[in-house]
């Protein structure tokens, strides 16, 4: 172990351990993996949200992870029901109709209110790694130039929604990754310990899979990124809904929407999303101006590259 390698590990064991938290949101993806390794002695619990109706990859992983860390793990099966009770639920929290982060975030509602139900007041996620380790695949594309650049403007507008959601519910998230001294550390680390390769793949993430990778089996720390949505099996909700939605009611309900609401709805999954919005809230006004969403009039955040309430990308 070399000595950025032995520094990170270091840091984010002390700052882990720190955490007070006695359950830990699961995915048996290497972010996760990692905090519940290092608390692992700790009386902690894992839980993961598992979808009845939709196939997602999260289970063989947490179950894989658990064992080998030795730390009880709950699998919250969800049925299609819970599911859209969720999607109200989550709506209503984040206020917005964003495709991508509303299939994302019911993930987070549903391990979150079920933490709720049993009075969890704390959970450890592993938000942040894939902003602060450069995680996302998109990310491994860029050269080492244009990486620093990327990851500048995310560190300047990350936001998680677990956070909000976990808020709403009376529950506190900690956080790890996205601790100050672990964001300086990462700071002075050489570009090649975030983004490289092994066997010929690019990986980021690096220097967190090379430090860990003694701890870890070869198929979690060398797991490929996946969004939430496939691990846990939300993804499904694009193909149900393009199927559950008529083509001609599609087009009919789009143009009356662009019509009277002026908001320009892309998917059948988004059309859904958008009444569930409209029956709770007033739809987005108009703030004129390069700074407002062509395709639904919101105020767009400063640096971003899509539509928090719609997710227009690219803008």
Request: hydrophobic share 35%; aromatic share 8%.
């Amino acid at each position: 172990m070399n000595e950025f390698e032995k520094n990170v590990r270091e840091l984010l064991e002390e700052i882990t351990m720190q955490c007070d938290a006695n359950w830990i949101a699961f995915s048996g993806g290497l972010d996760s993996s990692i905090l519940g390794w290092i608390k692992k002695n700790q009386g902690l619990n894992a839980i993961t949200i598992i979808t009845k109706d939709f196939l997602g990859t999260d289970l063989e992983y947490s179950q894989i992870v658990g064992r080998h860390i030795g730390i009880p793990l709950e699998l919250k099966y969800v049925n299609i029901d819970e599911i859209f009770d969720a999607i109200k639920s989550t709506i209503k929290i984040l206020k917005n109709f964003n495709d991508i982060e509303i299939r994302n975030s019911i993930v987070s509602y549903l391990y979150l209110n079920a933490l709720k139900e049993k009075n969890v007041k704390k959970v450890i996620t592993g938000d942040g790694a894939d902003e602060i380790f450069a995680g996302y695949n998109f990310l491994i594309k860029k050269d080492h130039a244009e990486l620093k650049i990327e990851l500048e403007r995310m560190k300047k507008i990350m936001h998680f929604t677990s956070e909000k959601i976990a808020g709403e519910l009376g529950i506190s998230v900690q956080m790890p990754y996205i601790d100050d001294n672990i964001i300086k550390l990462v700071e002075t680390l050489p570009i090649n310990h975030l983004v490289n390769e092994n066997n010929g793949i690019k990986f980021g993430k690096w220097i967190l899979r090379k430090t860990f990778e003694n701890d870890l089996p070869p198929s979690i720390i060398w797991r490929e990124k996946t969004p939430m949505q496939d691990g846990s099996g939300t993804g499904g909700l694009t193909k149900m809904f393009d199927s559950v939605i008529t083509n001609d009611i599609f087009n009919e309900k789009i143009k009356k929407i662009k019509s009277e609401d002026n908001i320009t709805i892309r998917t059948k999954e988004s059309l859904h999303y958008y009444e569930v919005y409209k029956e709770n809230f007033k739809i987005p006004g108009s703030h004129g101006g390069k700074n407002s969403c062509l395709d639904c009039n919101a105020e767009l955040a400063i640096d971003s590259k899509f539509c928090r309430m719609c997710g227009k990308f690219p803008l």
